[in-house]
């Protein structure tokens, strides 16, 4: 399947509502100022957010008044085009190249997808020839260090780890030395969503990040925050959260295929202006997705 069809695939949900309340808005009539605000509804019922659906409704409004919106095709082909120039500025990969190691910090609150994430990036590097090595920062439960070996066995690379329960910080210095001496290509950090109560996430994960960068100046390159789809408004708020901390580089948005809420991604683009590295769109290792604007767009609007 290429890529095009499995993100379409994994934005079925959001697609068929959005694609059914604009029909049942039009309904073969011509279209109207009314149209517009309900087509605008239809958008933010999608999670589009407030902001960027009077945005999109207004580019569309103007496209209208000037003849060149009459049916339901034509709205689902302007819509994907100006969804697309507002995730344009937010499309830019993940650097594959460069000093090493390459460090990936990853974080995101708990469940959100961070150790599956991990594992199908790993695989990405390693299908493009380079050596990776994974921190088991996630000290919080056995099993989630447990969770990191298994996926790194199935990849046939090593993992860095400490036993449960010690300090984050201190495994994510062992793995930094572990990948000078070793000169592995790539570094990639997991880390826990939720702590014991007495300690403050953001504090833990600032100390991680100045422990890497105390051994690597510029280290680590990639702050990724990893965001559930499913938690639509809360993920920005999130994102918010994390970004002010810790200053994200780099998004991925897991579980797309779970939502109908698909269209969060665009107040995310458009408020943090963070770029989006990756979409998740499934459980397994190839469900991990570079995220394009274009291809996002035409998945979001249109089944053909
Ligand atoms: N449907 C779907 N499920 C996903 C996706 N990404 C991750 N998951 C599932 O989400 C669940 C949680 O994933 P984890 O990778 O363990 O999440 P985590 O953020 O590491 O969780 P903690 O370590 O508990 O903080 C697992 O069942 C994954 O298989 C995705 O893109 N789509
Ligand atoms: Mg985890």
């Known amino acids: 399947m290429g890529l095009l069809d499995k993100i379409k695939n994994g934005l079925t949900k959001t697609r068929e509502q959005l694609i059914t309340r604009i029909e049942w808005i039009v309904q073969g009539k011509p279209l109207n100022e009314d149209s517009f605000d309900e087509i605008e509804e ?44 507002i995730l344009k500025p937010v499309e830019s990969p993940m650097p594959m190249d460069g000093k090493r190691p390459f460090i990936i910090l990853t974080l995101g609150v708990n469940g959100v997808g961070k150790t599956t994430t991990i594992a199908k990036i790993a695989k990405i590097f390693c299908d493009n020839g380079k050596s990776v090595l994974l921190g088991a920062c996630d000290t919080f439960r056995a099993a989630a260090i447990e969770q990191l070996e298994v996926w790194a066995k199935r990849l046939n690379i090593d993992v860095v780890k400490h036993k449960e329960g010690s300090d984050p910080a201190a495994v994510a210095y062992d793995s930094v030395k572990a990948s000078l001496a070793r000169g592995v290509d790539v570094l990639i950090l997991d880390t826990a969503g939720r702590l014991h109560t007495k300690t403050n996430l953001m504090e833990e994960m600032k100390k991680i990040k100045r422990v890497v960068s105390k051994e690597i100046d510029g280290a680590p390159q990639e702050i990724l925050l990893v965001v559930d789809a499913t938690n639509g408004q809360n993920a920005i708020i999130q994102a918010k ?26 107040p995310i683009a458009h408020s943090l202006k963070i770029p989006i590295r990756y979409i998740g769109v499934g459980e397994k290792f190839d469900d991990l997705i570079p995220f394009t604007a274009s291809y996002f767009s035409h998945a979001m609007l249109e089944n053909g």
């Open 42 to 85: 239809a958008l933010i019922l999608a999670d589009a957010g407030i902001e960027t659906a009077e945005i999109l409704m207004t580019r569309l409004k103007e496209r209208w008044k000037r003849g060149h919106i009459k049916t339901t095709e034509d709205i689902k082909r302007c819509m994907a085009e100006e969804i697309e120039k």
């Open 241 to 266: 959260t994390f970004n002010d901390a810790l200053n994200v580089t780099g998004l991925v948005i897991t579980k797309l295929d779970g939502t109908a809420k698909g269209g969060f991604i665009l």
